[in-house]
C-alpha cells in the first residue's frame, strides 16, 4: 500500500504491540497502588506481572521478528549522536527502533528487570511474603536497603520512561509522516522497509507468556495465591497466654508484644508500674503479673522479625 511516497510495512506485530500495552496497564497499576500501604497486595501483582512481562520481553529480544530482537536494534553511541545532532533532517530513516530510542528501550527492560527483583526481594524481606518470604529470618535487619533500591531503581525507570515520551513526541512533530505513534496501535509505519512475519514458535511463546503476565496478575489479586502467601500465622493469643488476653485486653486492645522491645515490657509490668498504668491501677497478683511478664519478654519486638518490631527498635535505639 503506497501512502505518499513512502511504503507502508508491518513493523510492530501483535505480540510486541501487545507487550507494549500491558506493560504500561502494569506499571500504571503498579505505582498506583503503591500510595496506600492497604494495596501493596495489588501492587505486588501488577509488579509479577511486569516481571513475567520482562522476562517475555528478554527472550522475544532473541527469538522475535525482525526490529524486535536486539540484534536489530542499533546500539551505536556515534551513531545515536548523529541521530541526535541531525534530528531535525536525519541523514538516515530507521523503520525499527532510531539509535536514541534503542539505548532507552534496553534500559527500560534493563531497569524493569532490577525493579521487579528489587520488588519482590523486599515484598519478601520486609513484609515476610511471596515467593522470597524465606529471606525474611536472615535478611530482615536489612530490609531497608532492599526498600531503597527499589525506589532508586523506581526512579531510574520514570527517568527512562520519561526520555521514552519525549522522544515520541518528538518524533511526532518532527516526523509525523513516519506513522511512529500510529505504529504503536496499528503496526505499520509509513516507511521503507521489509514487513515482519510471525513463525509458529514465536507465536506460542508470545500466546504463552502474554497469557501468563495475565493470569498472574489476576492470581495475585487474590489474597490466598502464594505471591502474597505470609510466613507469619495469625496468633490465636488466647492458646498462648490465655491470663494475658484475660487481663490486657480486658480494659483496652490487646497490643502484640512485638510491638515493644524487653525492657519496655518489664518496666510496664514492674508493681508500681501497674499501680498507676497511664492513669488506672492495674495491678495483678503476683504470680499473675510475672505469668504475663514472661510472656511478653518471650515475644517481644528482638524476638519477632516483622517490618514493625525492627522499625521500633531502630527508633528506639538505646
Given at each position: ?234 496468633i490465636e493469643y488466647e492458646e498462648h497466654s490465655s491470663l494475658f488476653v ?73
Amino acid at each position: 500500500m503506497i501512502k505518499g511516497d513512502k511504503m507502508k510495512r508491518y513493523v510492530w506485530s501483535l505480540p510486541t504491540r501487545l507487550f507494549h500495552w500491558l506493560l504500561v496497564l502494569f506499571i500504571v497499576g503498579a505505582y498506583l497502588a503503591s500510595e496506600e500501604e492497604n494495596l501493596l497486595r495489588i501492587h505486588t501483582a501488577f509488579g509479577y506481572g511486569v516481571g513475567v512481562l520482562v522476562i517475555f520481553r528478554i527472550i522475544w529480544g532473541f527469538i522475535g521478528p525482525k526490529y524486535s530482537r536486539f540484534s536489530d536494534f542499533p546500539l551505536s553511541i556515534k551513531e545515536a549522536i548523529e541521530y541526535i545532532k541531525n534530528i531535525f533532517h536525519p541523514k538516515k530513516k530507521y523503520i525499527g527502533h532510531n539509535p536514541a530510542a534503542s539505548f532507552v528501550m534496553l534500559g527500560i527492560i534493563i531497569t524493569l528487570f532490577f525493579v521487579v527483583v528489587s520488588g519482590v526481594l523486599t515484598y519478601g524481606i520486609q513484609e515476610g511474603r511471596g515467593v522470597l518470604a524465606f529471606l525474611n529470618n536472615s535478611l530482615f535487619r536489612e530490609m531497608e536497603v532492599f526498600e531503597e533500591l527499589h525506589e532508586v531503581f523506581v526512579s531510574i525507570l520514570l527517568f527512562l520512561i520519561a526520555l521514552h515520551l519525549a522522544g515520541v513526541a518528538t518524533d511526532y512533530i518532527l516526523h509525523k509522516e513516519d506513522g511512529t505513534i500510529a505504529s504503536i496501535f496499528t503496526g505499520y509505519k509509513n516507511i521503507e522497509g521489509e514487513s515482519v512475519k510471525l513463525n509458529s514458535i514465536q507465536k506460542i511463546v508470545a500466546t504463552l507468556f502474554l497469557a501468563a503476565s495475565i493470569g498472574v496478575v489476576i492470581w495475585g489479586f487474590t489474597q490466598d495465591a502464594p505471591l502474597n502467601k505470609s510466613i507469619y500465622e495469625e496468633i490465636e493469643y488466647e492458646e498462648h497466654s490465655s491470663l494475658f488476653v484475660e487481663e490486657c485486653g480486658a480494659c483496652h486492645t490487646l497490643y502484640p508484644p512485638h510491638l515493644l522491645p524487653k525492657r519496655s515490657w518489664v518496666k510496664l509490668m514492674e508493681p508500681k508500674a501497674l499501680q498507676n498504668h497511664f492513669g488506672d491501677d492495674a495491678s495483678l497478683d503476683e504470680e499473675s503479673r510475672v505469668e504475663i511478664e514472661k510472656f511478653l519478654v518471650a515475644n517481644s519486638a528482638e524476638s519477632s522479625t516483622k517490618e514493625a518490631a525492627v522499625y521500633i527498635l531502630k527508633s528506639l535505639k538505646d
